[in-house]
């Protein structure tokens, strides 16, 4: 999304090289903070899948352990004590 963002902010052109050139200088501006950022939440949410969450308790699960990498394994008791369905 970041990435994409940056890249509509340059000047629109029809030239394949140049729509090239702005997608490499889009994706080289993205700052290694979001990158990271992006990689965590990732994780989160394949950590999520794996142990049988589906997308809205994969959503409730990530927001309600924002900081950790991989979600505790208790987390399906956790979701039933929520009542997250």
Same mark, same amino acid.
């Not at 991989?70 to 009542?83: A, H, Q, T």
């Given at each position: 999304?970041?990435?994409?963002?940056?890249?509509?902010?340059?000047?629109?052109?029809?030239?394949?090289?140049?729509?090239?050139?702005?997608?490499?200088? *889009?994706?080289?501006?993205?700052?290694?903070?979001?990158? !990271?950022?992006?990689?965590?939440?990732?994780?989160?949410? %394949? +950590?999520?899948?794996?142990?049988?969450?589906?997308?809205?308790?994969? *959503?409730?699960?990530?927001?309600?352990?924002?900081?950790? !990498?991989?979600?505790?394994?208790?987390?399906?008791?956790? %979701? +039933?004590?929520?009542?997250?369905?």
């Amino acid at each position: 999304g970041y990435a994409k963002w940056l890249y509509w902010l340059y000047p629109v052109t029809k030239k394949e090289e140049e729509m090239e050139a702005n997608v490499h200088k *889009a994706l080289d501006t993205v700052p290694l903070v979001c990158m !990271q950022h992006f990689s965590n939440h990732s994780k989160q949410f %394949l +950590d999520a899948y794996q142990q049988g969450l589906n997308g809205k308790q994969a *959503a409730w699960a990530s927001k309600r352990y924002q900081g950790h !990498q991989v979600l505790p394994e208790g987390i399906l008791k956790e %979701l +039933d004590k929520n009542s997250v369905a």
